[in-house]
Every structure is written in C-alpha cells, then in structure tokens.
T-cell receptor, first 111, second 113 residues
C-alpha cells in the first residue's frame, strides 16, 4: 500500500512567523508532488506543485523536494491568520493516474 | 465561471435509497475523478476516467457506479445506501498528461439517516 505521511498537528505559529509542514511518501516511483490547502467545509485548493529536486518558490510559499529521502515540505513565510487551514500533501502514483493524499496537517496562525 | 461543479451540494437520505451526484467541468480537461473524504478528513481516490474510459477503480463496493457520458461529465450513482457511505464526495479534473495537478469541485456532503 503506497502511503503519504504527514503530522496531523495542530501546528500553531504566531502571525509573521514561518510555518514548516512536512510530508514523506513511500513510492520511490512518484514523480509529481502537490500541496493543497483545505479550509474547513471547503474543497482542496492547489497551492503548489513540484516535480524536481530542490526548492520552488511562489510568493510566500516555498515547496522543497528531496526524492532520495522521499520527503516534501512546504514553508509559509510571514504566516497570516488567513493561512489557518489543513494542508494536504499529495503524491502521484507511479502511473500518474491518481493522487495519493496524506491525512493533512492542521495549521493555526494566531494574531 | 465555476470550473468543476457538483450537484447537489447536500444530500440527506435514508438507508437503502439510491442516489446520484453529478459533476461537470468546463476546463477542457481529459481526466476526471471521484474522491471520498471521510469524517477523519482522509481524502481517498475512488474512480478515475480518462476521456470517458475508466482508468482506476479502487476498492469500492459495486454499489457505486460511475458514468461518464462525455469527457466533461462524470456522474456517480450509489445504490442501496449504507450508514458508512456518509462522507463528502469530491469530483476533480486534470489535463491530459502524466502527473498533472487536479482541480476539485466544491463537494457533495452525503448524510445517511
């Protein structure tokens, strides 16, 4: 069974701090990695995708990928209360036909 | 314009009934999916269709039957509903090609009485 693991949290950070969310995956053949944000009662919203080792930055968000360690992370700089949500790590299966989701990390940003 | 739309948004029904959920996407995507998110918020793939053809059928009871009349629509019919079917069902779509990101609809919250 291919798995994606995340700490469920909650991860609590003060406003303006850096939030660091981590994810590990078991399928060495995975090639595509995504971070989704899900507000309570809402649908998952794609915030970052990353396909190659290293860092990818988009505004306050940085995704990091290390395929050798099977590790993906998401950094949120200058965290805002509006960032409070559940962050879902998703990894494509080897065939690229479906996403395998982690159980999500709940982030709480206090003002 | 709504990219991936699902109807209904809420569905409350009794055990044993049959119900359908509809999904439409106007993104021009080739692949559509159904996911189930349970009470613990775990999101799991149920079905995947590429250009109207079934690609993935995860371990889902055969009471669940997807139907794709064209590549912009993927409907989900559920027979003989059970208490354990209570969940939020999300439709998603993605462009053709390996490992493309998926875009989700707003979800259908199914509650079985």
């Amino acid at each position: 069974q291919k798995e994606v693991e995340q700490n469920s949290g909650p991860l609590s950070v003060p406003e303006g701090a850096i939030a660091s969310l981590n994810c590990t995956y078991s399928d060495r053949g995975s090639q595509s990695f995504f971070w989704y944000r899900q507000y309570s009662g809402k649908s998952p919203e794609l915030i970052m995708s990353i396909y190659s080792n290293g860092d990818k930055e988009d505004g306050r968000f940085t995704a990091q990928l290390n395929k050798a360690s099977q590790y993906v992370s998401l950094l949120i700089r200058d965290s805002q209360p509006s960032d409070s949500a559940t962050y879902l790590c998703a990894v494509n299966n080897q065939a690229g036909t479906a996403l395998i989701f982690g159980k999500g990390t709940t982030l709480s940003v206090s003002s | 314009d709504t990219a991936v739309s699902q109807t209904p948004k809420y569905l409350v029904t009794q055990m044993g009934n049959d119900k359908s959920i509809k999904c439409e996407q106007n993104l021009g995507h080739d692949t559509m999916y159904w996911y189930k998110q349970d009470s613990k918020k775990f999101l799991k793939i149920m079905f995947s269709y590429n250009n109207k053809e079934l690609i993935i059928n995860e371990t889902v009871p055969n009471r669940f039957s997807p139907k794709s009349p064209d590549k912009a629509h993927l409907n989900l019919h559920i027979n003989s509903l059970e208490l354990g079917d209570s969940a939020v069902y999300f439709c998603a779509s993605s462009p053709a090609g390996f490992g493309q990101p998926q875009h989700f609809g707003d979800g259908t919250r199914l509650s079985i009485l």
